[in-house]
């Protein structure tokens, strides 16, 4: 039943003015609309990210919320020049070069929202 349904992203933050901000400086995101506690964006094709205010932001240490891109390369290179810091990691399973990770699933880099919440790029295999 769900695999043919589009899914949506819900994410936290503590203070939404900031993340909105955030988002639009960084990440070259405009809400479509304001709607309850939060904003709605669209990100391609049905998907959707929809933030809103809550004092839980940037408490959940996992991967929030993935883009699959093209070029990840690439995808780095401009967000880089938009502010936007990669983390690096180096332990068993895990370890980046230049900010970017590789496994059998294909390539990825993490960052942290302005809200403390993990989003990726993923480049697939």
């Known amino acids: ?26 990440l070259e995101l405009e809400p479509e609309r304001t709607e309850g506690q939060g904003v709605l964006y669209g990100t391609g094709s049905a998907a959707k990210i929809y933030l809103y205010e809550t004092g839980n932001a940037g408490t959940a240490q996992n991967t929030a919320m993935c883009w699959l891109v093209p070029d990840i ?44 919440n993990y989003l990726c790029l993923t480049q697939p295999a």
């Not at 039943?1 to 960084?26: G, H, I, N």
């Open 1 to 26: 039943m769900l695999e043919s349904c589009v899914t949506y992203s819900v994410l936290p933050a503590s203070d939404l003015q900031r993340a909105t901000a955030w988002y639009r400086d960084k």
């Open 73 to 116: 390369e690439a995808a780095l290179a401009h967000l880089r020049d938009r502010g936007v810091v990669f983390e690096d990691y180096d332990f068993p399973g895990l370890k980046t070069e230049n900010g970017i990770a590789e496994d059998e699933m294909g390539r990825s880099a993490w960052f942290k929202d302005s809200e403390g």
